[in-house]
């Protein structure tokens, strides 16, 4: 029994000294390095001095001609110039329209990512009823209400871009061609919600059993 409380005292002890013995002691000199790893390496920070180099700088002047590589092709180089493309903004307003070529490609790349990045929370219909509504993420608006149907594409741009509300910003997911493919394809589905019968082409009306 005694040698039981010897024991506790001297972990007792042994854990008060580990809790507060050191806290908050400064120590003038570095630490030993038993394993120094890669800590200390030579390298130029940015901005210094060089010895090395003529005029005395460490950071090197670009070669001339070189371009950034988002503009190798001419599609890239509009990402650059083309301001409704990047931003959805045309003279400081939301654009309407598309700034790119809606063709089949870009519907189904559309339809992919709305599915990958859109449906948990807007749903298959866009009617705002994805699994996270029954986990209590009742925000989610449906975009078949008059004034998401409005909205324009690029104010829906902005939204995929920045974010809005509970929603968060898709920007670093979604590139900025995907963002007006995955805009087509909720363009899509606001049309398919008000289309009528008369509007599916004869080969499909079977398969809708129409
Ligand atoms: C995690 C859930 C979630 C995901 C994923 C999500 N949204 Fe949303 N979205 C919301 C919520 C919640 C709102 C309502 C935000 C608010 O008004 O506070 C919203 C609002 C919107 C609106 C309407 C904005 C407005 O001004 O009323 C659009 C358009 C939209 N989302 C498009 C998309 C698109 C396109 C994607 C896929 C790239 C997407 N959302 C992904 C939850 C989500």
């Not at 371009?67 to 931003?87: G, K, N, Q, S, V």
């Not at 997911?173 to 289309?195: C, H, N, P, T």
């Not at 008369?198 to 079977?206: I, L």
């Amino acid at each position: 029994m005694l040698r039981n409380f010897f024991i506790f005292y001297a972990f007792a002890i042994v854990a008060i000294l580990v809790i507060f013995g050191f806290r908050g002691q400064t120590f003038e000199r570095p630490p030993i390095e038993i394993f120094p790893d890669m800590d200390h390496q030579s390298k130029y920070k940015p901005q210094a001095e060089s010895s090395f180099f003529a005029d005395g700088r460490t950071d090197r002047p670009v070669v001339s001609g070189a371009m950034p590589r988002i503009a190798e092709t001419p599609e890239r180089r509009a990402l650059l110039t083309d301001d409704y493309l990047r931003t959805g903004f045309q003279d400081g307003e939301y654009g309407r329209g598309f700034p790119i070529e809606v063709s089949r490609e870009v519907m189904d790349r559309g339809q992919d990512r709305y599915m990958v990045y859109c449906y948990s929370c807007h749903g298959g219909l866009g009617d705002g009823n994805g699994i996270t509504k029954e986990y209590g993420m009742l925000a989610t608006p449906t975009f078949h209400s008059e004034r998401l149907r409005e909205m324009p594409e690029g104010m829906i741009f902005e939204t995929i871009t920045h974010g809005r509300g509970t929603m968060m910003p898709y920007r670093a997911k979604l590139s900025v061609e995907d963002r007006w493919a995955v805009i087509a394809y909720v363009r899509a589905l606001q049309k398919a919600r008000l289309g009528s019968p008369d509007e599916v082409p004869g080969d499909k009306r079977e398969e809708l059993g129409l």
